[in-house]
């Protein structure tokens, strides 16, 4: 089988890749994560459906929101004899997709469709199934080295593998667990059967229990009988006696209710002769309550007086305090009145001096601005002049020269800048030199060393080719390379001086070079520049100061007046507030002639109110606390109140107790009347209780029989149930021992195939009967690469021995490029004895990983001469591989999508 394309839509981290192949040598580049591994595990995935993970890994990551990915899907365009076939394989959200065509020219015709059947049809149409095919063409990383650099054990594992001979070892490991659970079902049953002799004991116990409860079932039958006919003789006497109770009973009742019925009514007529007691009394005590009832209203007319008055009396004050108002604040405006009027006039000339001070204030404000400007001005400069000043003499110390001028140090500094950095330029370039010059040497130096420890490390052994050589030959290796590290190391030694020397040089001049960096040559010119212009604003503003110094004697005179007028005010100020109190207070108070007529009216009416309240007090006696007369009277008169609806109820009293002397006398009549009765009546208590006791013991008697008759019949059943679940326990244990027999011969048997499966069975048998056929086919591959050895052999543990003539080599007598010969021969002779020799191509994937330079070197020449296989596709990330194909495919990626690289 020959592959012609393989194209990867959205699958793993190819968005729409096209790989393009031939026959002969094809090499798919890039670095690792690239996805070139992605490709070998298309070709599997599109013809058997094979891959690592869940199906839904192979989709493509989104990119972003607006990468939408709805299908995945590989197709591969290849050839088989001599035709040609397109597959399809792939997946949608919801479906799967998988076709089969027939490519003729350029028409397709579907062959099959459907993932079970299109994989039946690919390996009908390469006669191998899935797994022999992938272990046929395709060698995974390391295993070419593998095959003779692992372990016996572990080569033993590998080619079972590739022979397709693991699916045994597990089936013997699968049949190892199956053992393991019948195992244990074994000891669980023995633990199940040791109850057998237990269940045997118990079923003769019930057998014994159930024989007992049935004998003594029959004893009970005909005693229950005799119980139950001397309980119908004792009920019939039981029945008479309970109807002469009940008579009895009832007739007692009646009298009990009746002595209730007189004793009430008795109760209720002395309640009611004592509530026409009571009115009487309230007859007597309402005569003496009368007097209030008349008194109340005067008091009450009586106090409101007293509030009038005291009404009035307030009034009278309030009149006489505002007329008292009126005269003091009157008198307070005529003593005050002069003082006022000069308070006024000081204060309106004061307004006018403050408006002149204020403009003069304004103007002094401006002034001090211009002092003050003055000032900063002048402790600025003083730092520009320190500034150039400490520049200068910088200049000077480093140069060697005084400076009058920026512009001279300025061009100075241009100067020596210059020359200095050229200085720098030609000893790092001398020093760059020497540095090259000892990294060849260094390289020189540790390959001869590690060629001398090679060297060592063998006897009379060319340590680069492995060939044999003499020892004289080994020694004159050995002085040669010894004294090339002796003269590798002087040069080292003098470079490293010379270097030293050039870089104390340099560092003198860097530091000379920082010096002069150090002169801030725009700065100093900046300062230069702000010093003389703030030198002609210094002059500018001592032009102004004369002016300034007139104006703030003239504001110093004005505002002297203003402070002994504000003096004077301080003096006037409390005639002048006394003046506008009283003059607010006037205004607020009545006029005076109408506050004296309010108050001769309000006289009058006080003693109109005085001689009313002196008439009551006369009539009545009362004393000063008027409240608490009032108070009490209120109280008697709702008392007597109280007595009149009392008194009101005396003639329904009166009736009530006539109704309740003739009820008494019908009730004792009815009483004597149930007595008499009873009194006639033939009842025996004792008779009867004696009766009913000889009832109940003969009840109980019965009860308890017929209950341990249900006992012993619950009993039987019980046990019978029990007997009949403990015979089905004995048959199910007499099932199990048959079973647990059969068991352990079936375990017997299991062991026997697991055996069989094992690596020392049937595997050990396919290892011996396909090992002729390997060695066959690797020793005509090994032999194609122009060695002649005569045959090639395999023991056991699939370590290879080689012969020449009469030599017989193992691998570790033979050179590192046979030794990769070797493998790869013996890789690809267990490809041709799986697939039948059938095999028209090779996947290699990273076969040049893990080894070293040399390795990897020999290798790629061994890969470059394969002529057995129409096709090879190597994946690689090693550059060197470009060297044995014309077919470069290079693979890269970006912003997570991997694509051919065409460029």
Known sequence: ???????????????????????????????????????????????????????????????????????????????????????????????????????????????????????????????????????????????????????????????????????????????????????????????????????????EQLNDKIEENNEELEKINPNIKEIEDELKNLEIKKLQSEKDKNEYDNLKNQIEQQNKLVDSIKSNKTINEGKIKDVEECELKSLELEKYVKQLPKLQELKEYKTELDKHNLEKRNLENNIKKINENKDIQEKSKENYDKYEKIKNENSSLENEKQTLENEVNKNKEVKLRLKTLKERNEGHVAYIRETSGYAAKIFGENFSSPEQIESKVKEESEKVNGNIEKITEDINNNKNKLSVVKNDLNNTEKSLKELKNTQDTCPICQSPISHEKHLELSEDYEEKISSFREIISELDKKNKKHEDEREECRKYLEKIDNINIIKLNDEYTEFNEILKNIKDCEKLLPEIEKKEEAYEKLKKEIDENKDLLNDLEKYHNDFMISSEILKGLPDKEDEEKKLDVTNSKILEIKGKCTEIIRQYRVTDNLDHLIKY???????????????????????????????????????????????????????????????????????????????????????????????????????????????????????????????????????????????????????????????????????????????????????????????????????????????????????????????????????????????????????????????????????????????
Do not use: W
Not at 71 to 99: C, D, P, Q, W
Not at 797 to 804: F, P, R
């Open 633 to 903: 009277a209120q109280q008697q008169v709702e008392l007597y109140n109280k007595y009149l609806g009392i008194i009101a109820g005396k003639d329904s009293l009166l009736k009530e107790n006539e109704n309740l002397i003739n009820n008494l006398s019908e009730e004792e009549q009815c009483l004597r009347k149930f007595e008499e009765e009873i009194n006639n009546l033939k009842y025996d208590e004792e008779k009867y209780k004696t009766i009913l006791e000889s009832y109940k013991l003969q009840d109980e008697k019965l009860e308890k029989s017929k209950l341990r008759k249900n006992t012993i019949e619950t009993e039987i059943k019980s046990d019978e149930k029990q007997l009949e679940n403990k015979n089905e326990e004995l048959k199910r244990l007499n099932d199990l021992s048959e079973e647990q027999d059969n068991l352990k011969k079936y375990v017997e048997i299991l062991e026997y195939i697991r055996e069989l499966y094992g690596k020392d069975g049937v595997q050990k048998e396919l290892r011996e009967n396909a090992r002729p056929d390997i060695e066959k086919h690797t020793l005509d591959i090994f032999n194609e690469f122009d060695f002649e050895y005569t045959s090639l052999e395999l023991d056991e543990n699939y370590d290879v021995y080689i012969e020449n003539k009469n030599e017989r080599l193992t691998l570790n007598m033979m050179s590192g490029g046979e030794k990769i010969v070797i493998a790869l021969a013996l890789r690809l002779g267990i490809a041709s004895t799986v697939s039948g020799n059938r095999t028209d191509m090779l996947l290699l994937d990273e076969p040049t990983i893990h080894l070293d330079a040399e390795r990897r070197r020999l290798l790629i020449d061994i890969i470059r001469q394969i002529k057995i296989v129409p096709q090879m596709i190597v994946v690689s990330h090693d550059d060197e591989m470009e060297s044995i194909s014309n077919n470069i495919i290079k693979i890269a990626k970006e912003n997570g999508i991997s694509y051919v690289d065409d460029s």
């Open 1 to 203: 089988m020959i592959i012609n394309s393989i194209t990867l839509d959205n699958f793993r981290s190819h968005k729409h890749s096209v790989i393009n192949l031939n026959e002969g040598i094809s090499v798919i580049l890039g670095e690792n994560g690239a996805g070139k591994s992605s490709i070998f595990e298309a070709i599997s995935y599109s013809f058997f459906k094979t891959f690592t993970g869940k199906i839904e890994d192979l989709f493509r990551k989104s990119a972003d929101e607006n990468d939408n990915i709805n299908e995945m899907k590989v197709t591969v365009e290849f050839e088989h004899g001599i035709t040609h076939y397109k597959l399809v394989r792939g997946k949608k959200k919801s479906s799967n997709i998988a076709k089969l065509y027939r490519k003729e020219s350029d028409n397709l015709s579907l062959i099959c469709e459907g993932d079970t059947v299109v994989t039946r049809e690919i390996e009908s149409i390469l006669s191998l199934d899935s797994k022999s095919f992938l272990n046929a063409v395709y060698i995974r990383q390391g295993e070419i080295t593998d095959l003779i650099e692992k372990t016996a054990a572990e080569k033993k594992e590998l080619i079972a593998k590739l022979l397709n001979m693991d699916s045994l070892q597990k089936a013997s490991d699968d049949f190892k667990e199956i053992i393991k659970r019948y195992e244990e079902q074994i000891s669980k049953n023995e633990g199940t059967l040791l109850t057998k002799d237990a269940v045997e004991e118990s079923i």
